[in-house]
């Protein structure tokens, strides 16, 4: 049957078709056709094919493979590359499918990736592997290697410092413009980048950053004292890896030097590791504001049921805790509520939406504050606007309502407009909270993305009960 | 009085302070004394600690003058600027500020920096200027110059063409590495990046790169076809600027070429733009989770009360609309109710959980799809996950209100188990109607940001009513 599979389609016409089309729309193609190939054992086509794609492609269809298939097809395939490409490929893989690939292959192979990874891939790779694995790598490595890289490995997480690599190009101030390149072109190979070059005194002391840019469009004589930058923006290696991809946002840069607190360089962190932080810090506000704790790096499929549900739970027993305020506030008007009982009917759109319109003012206070547009320091100016758009948005609703109570439902003016009155005043409220929380939270330091939607549909619920319950027993004298 | 306060500091200890503080540090202290010159009308002085500034903070500062004090002061600053920092400065502050420079500036201003803007800032800029400016400003170009910026303003928006720049270092292959890095000291003073150089032949087709690494590392005597990178990733003019952004996520490219359908290259763009795009699409997602239309380029603090309340309401007014169904759940089940009302007071609790829980599946979904961890072709694993996970926490939350209801509240046991039952039944919905609806939006071509917590939430209210009353009437006999 593998054979009868392999027939239908010939390797030339796929290759012919990989140079036509976009990756991702024939990635699900390629995937079944390296399954197959895979099954009949044709080693010497899925290489060719290999050999057809760049890194990042391989390192996709790999995860694929991994995914879907098992981890030793994976290896299989990975052990077919060239050595140089296959280093390339385990640099753009996840670090969950990296770290099954280094403990399954052997110690040659894994000295080999560990010796041609660029510095800070290698420390992300070995911050997860299991210290035994650890312990086995750094044997094979030199004494003043093993120093940096225990150092390396010993910065704070989510710090500057865990973003960052020594290999960079650093040149002295006395070079000229020519010197300056012939080095860079003796040294750039292992440099993680050449186009911002950094210019140390004696002590290892930062004193100007030269752009590759400046120095090829300078004349050759011209010292690197005369073009290099001397106000240039630093990082300290513990500042957080948040206040780093700021400074990139502010100021586009490509790189950043990382100093410590003598202002020594220790190292640079480039744009391409700050994208992936960039997004981390924003899948850890969606989930925050989710209710969602502990933000991990794993994806959502390769982690376990039980962890899944460790993270969630927290949350949800607080707000469940809260949630018995609520049904405090109800059990105390039971009497009232069972004497009008329509009135229950109309409770939990009350409530919905205040939740609603509490979380859409607190989702754009939180983004707001997260990229920089507004501070609590302007926390009057927002309730000041969330306010008066609370009054329009919940004279709206509160009509809508109000008209549908009466005509549509057929009940008293009186009913409709306590409804409406609760509902206005509900939406004020959530506005309100949902501004202030976020900022105050702020303010003390908490994280503002703790302050949405759960928290204030708590916090709404209870003023929803309140409200409509007491308004209802003054308004309808029950 | 204004002489007084600048008797209180000397601009040489605020200079000194600037330099050995963190720019955010001292921003408002900064801003302060800035506003006291600027009474004083001591401009040498302000010119002074400009100049000490890069330009970046130059523009958060400008900002914070607009904002705080006036256009009018703002332009006073902006005129004591060296032009080509001024030019800088324009291109730091956001589109809102630049528009209202541009309306306050002489037509000469105007010009000069149109002239000196990189190519891509000046279309952003041009978008967004009323028509009438954007004729003044045209008639001065020359004409093919005006003909590309027309080419470029008809883009439509969001996709790669409205991102991109022309200003790149084009090279034949025939050069040597020499001439090429001798072409590019002459040329590269106008490029927006230098860094990544583009090899095309007759016709414009593009057929290569190389990167200015590759060149300065390389022989000087080596043909540029013998060292660029022919298998090469491009996007085409009309992409959408989410799959540019997640190329660049992938390949970790510091620019990325845009061609159109026929291959020929008509631009490039570069990462500094899309660490823009990246913010961009994370604040569309944020909002459309929260129920927010239209995200607007508009900042919060800028956008009117009326904008915000337009584009609140939509989601408000159709979620209000879903409300009335549970309404019309509930007063069905009016006279159970009324029979045994301390069922109502649960009632928010269920709810809110169901809320909570649907709305804790549906983020990690959107997110995962966001990021790339998922697909809709995943849907059984994810569906089979959460069932489970829906389980493990069912039964906790359920098992706690449970003995809430019973032994806090001493109702009876059949009361505790018709709610615990409820909870875990409407978790369970939840958590799968939470990861079902994303990937089904996602799957017939919807945001799936759509399908997050207001709208979980809605449909959980409704199956929370059902399964509330429903299972109260069989238990509870009523």
Redesign the interface.
């Known amino acids: 049957m593998d054979n009868e599979n392999i027939q239908e389609f010939s390797v030339e016409e796929l290759l012919a078709k990989m140079d036509e089309s976009d990756f991702d729309d024939i990635f699900e193609e390629l995937f079944e056709k390296i399954t197959i190939l895979l099954e009949g054992k044709k080693y010497k086509q899925i290489r060719e094919i290999m050999l057809h794609m ?1 890194a ?1 492609d391989i390192a ?1 269809l790999m995860e694929e493979v991994i995914d879907e298939l098992d981890m030793e097809k994976a290896i299989l395939i990975f052990r077919m590359l060239p050595k140089d490409v296959s280093v390339d490929v385990f640099a753009y893989m996840p670090i969950d499918d990296q770290v099954g690939i280094i403990s399954e292959i052997s110690q040659m192979e894994v000295n080999y990736i560990m010796d041609e990874l660029a510095f800070d891939d290698m420390i992300d790779v070995l911050e997860e592997l299991p210290a035994n694995l650890v312990d086995k790598i750094l044997e094979k490595t030199p004494k003043n290697e093993r120093k940096l890289i225990n150092t390396f490995l010993n910065y704070p997480d989510y710090c500057a410092g865990t973003l960052m690599t020594p290999d960079y190009i650093s040149l002295r101030k006395e070079m000229t413009v020519r010197e300056a ?1 012939d080095y ?2 003796k040294e ?2 292992d440099s993680e980048t ?2 911002t070059c950094y210019v140390k005194e004696m002590g290892r002391k930062l004193i100007g950053i030269v752009s ?2 400046t120095l ?2 300078s004349d050759d004589n011209l010292q690197i004292s005369d073009i290099m930058e001397e ?1 240039f ?1 630093s990082v300290n290696v513990y500042d957080d890896q948040e206040e780093v991809s700021d400074a ?5 840069f ?1 790189a950043i030097p990382v100093v410590d607190k003598e202002d020594r360089l220790v190292g640079i962190i480039t ?2 590791d ?3 932080v ?2 981390d810090e ?2 850890e ?3 925050r ?4 704790m502990d933000s991990s790096d794993t ?3 390769d982690m376990g ?2 962890n ?2 460790k993270n ?2 927290p ?3 607080f ?2 805790v809260m ?2 305020g ?3 506030i ?2 105390h008007f ?1 009497d009232m ?2 004497a009008a ?2 009135l ?6 009350l ?3 205040g ?3 509490g ?2 003012a ?7 504050m997260a ?1 920089g ?2 501070e609590p ?2 926390a009057f ?2 309730i000041w ?1 969330e306010l ?2 609370a009054v ?2 919940g004279a ?2 509160s009509l ?2 109000f008209l ?1 109570i009466v005509y549509l ?1 057929g009940e008293t003016m009186v009913v409709g407009l306590t409804f409406a009155v609760s509902m206005l005043m509900v939406v004020v409220f959530a506005k309100i909270i949902g501004a202030v929380l976020p900022m105050a939270a702020k303010k003390v330091g908490l994280d503002p993305a703790l302050m949405a ?2 928290m204030i ?2 916090l709404t ?1 209870m003023v929803s ?1 309140t409200t409509y319950c007491l308004l209802a027993s003054l308004i309808l004298g029950l």
């Open positions: 760049n990042a996709e390149l860079i072109k750039g190979m050449i186009y590759l840019r090829v469009i106000d923006v990139f946002k502010k100021y586009n490509l744009v391409d700050i994208i992936d960039i997004e924003n899948t506000d969606f989930e504001m989710a209710g969602i994806e959502y499929l049921v039980l899944h549900a969630r739970l949350w949800l027993v707000l469940t949630g018995w609520t049904s405090i109800l059990a039971e509520l069972s009982i329509m229950v009917s109309y409770l939990p759109l409530m919905g939406t939740g609603n319109t979380s859409q607190a989702t754009l206070i939180i983004r707001g990229v547009d507004m320091s302007d100016k927002v606007k008066r758009i329009c948005v709206i609703l809508l309502n549908r439902d939607a759960p549909s708590s619920d009960a």
